[in-house]
């Protein structure tokens, strides 16, 4: 089968311009080098980092235009002439820093996003090294497998990445966001209990049906770090808690944790001016870190994991095309969605 010269993409042209500054263009499919492969893309996903890049609020490096996006799976069609990690018909999924290997993360692999640094997935075809993709797991088809990339990678490195989750623990996770789905369902699947927040009770049906041991409304328990302190053995606190609110709920993530436990700062979604003083961190004994995204080492671990249990991402219902793009970005930033936003490469 010959392989077409050009293909549809999406291209964030300017940080200034909002939503507009993504534009669809006929660009050319690239050709691999010696150690890279060519991947026909199957699926993508959407991440809130790709919907803040053209609005000019994201702190990592940018080199503009770029394609956009970082979440993708798809099927490898051609190899470079030193690729020995692939063949053609390969399923793979890419890995969000393509210079993030192994270990902590550095500069240099800071400065390698896919969809911010270098060209992403909301495209037909892309070119990644050999080691910027991993194989999909097998029980996943590609719009569920690019949902891994970034929000999957960011959970598993909070529960593994610095102090491995052990069985018997306990995790705290906020909201119904893809890092704090993949977290409730990480966590289950390592033997831990988790509890929940979430505002409505709808959600919280959805996350007692995904495994959460206990919901707290945080509308109605504004003191839920106290309640949720309470619901482990001797109120000593969770071990673990994916922290996404930033400013608005960083307090009750401290009256949380357990001595010695995590909060793993993923995002910042009610604000980036929290109150409480990083001495906190002295009163409570425990460790506040930020989290950006993973290595391919622990993605791969991930990969392992969501296989062996048969781990499904949660997906929204609405799969949009490659041609809806924006239409998906538009959605997401209106929060219409529950748990991740799909894309269908046709």
């Not at 995002?267 to 004994?285: C, H, N």
């Amino acid at each position: 089968m010959s392989l077409p010269s050009t293909q549809t993409q999406w291209v964030v042209t300017s940080k200034e311009k909002g939503f507009d500054g993504l534009v669809k263009e006929q660009g050319a499919v690239p050709q691999p080098g010696d150690n890279d492969v060519l991947v026909r893309l199957h699926g993508a996903s959407l991440n809130y980092r790709d919907l803040i890049i053209p609005q000019g609020k994201y702190p990592f490096p940018l080199d503009l235009p770029v394609v956009a996006a970082s979440d993708g799976a798809g099927e490898v069609v051609a190899v470079g002439s030193k690729v020995t990690k692939w063949k053609k018909g390969d399923k793979v999924t890419t890995l969000f820093n393509q210079w993030h290997q192994f270990g902590d993360i550095d500069t240099r692999a800071a400065s390698s996003g896919l969809g911010g640094v270098f060209d992403g997935t909301l495209r037909q075809y892309g070119v990644f090294h050999e080691d910027g993709v991993v194989r999909t797991p097998s029980n996943l088809d590609h719009v569920e497998a690019a949902t891994l990339v970034c929000a999957g990678l960011t959970s598993w490195n909070a529960l593994y990445g610095l102090k491995t989750l052990k069985p018997g623990q306990w995790v705290l996770t906020q909201g119904t966001g893809g890092v704090s789905l993949f977290a409730l369902q990480f966590a289950k699947a390592g033997g831990a209990k988790v509890i929940a927040t979430t505002s409505s009770k709808e959600k919280a049906e959805m996350l007692k049906k995904l495994g959460a041991d206990h919901v707290i409304n945080y509308r109605e328990d504004p003191n839920w770090g106290e309640t949720a302190r309470k619901l482990t053995p001797n109120n000593q606190g969770v071990d673990h808690i994916i922290e996404v609110g930033g400013a608005g709920t960083l307090g009750q993530s401290l009256a949380a944790i357990k001595y010695e436990g995590i909060i793993s700062i993923i995002g910042f979604l009610g604000g980036a001016q929290p109150k409480e003083s990083i001495l906190e961190t002295l009163s409570r004994i425990c460790t506040v870190r930020g989290v950006y995204v993973g290595s391919r080492q622990l993605m791969e671990d991930m990969c392992a994991a969501i296989e062996a249990n048969d781990i499904h991402p949660v997906v929204d219902k609405t799969i949009f095309t490659l041609d809806q793009a924006k239409e998906a970005y538009e959605y997401m930033w209106a929060q219409k969605h529950f748990g991740k936003v799909g894309i269908k490469i046709e």
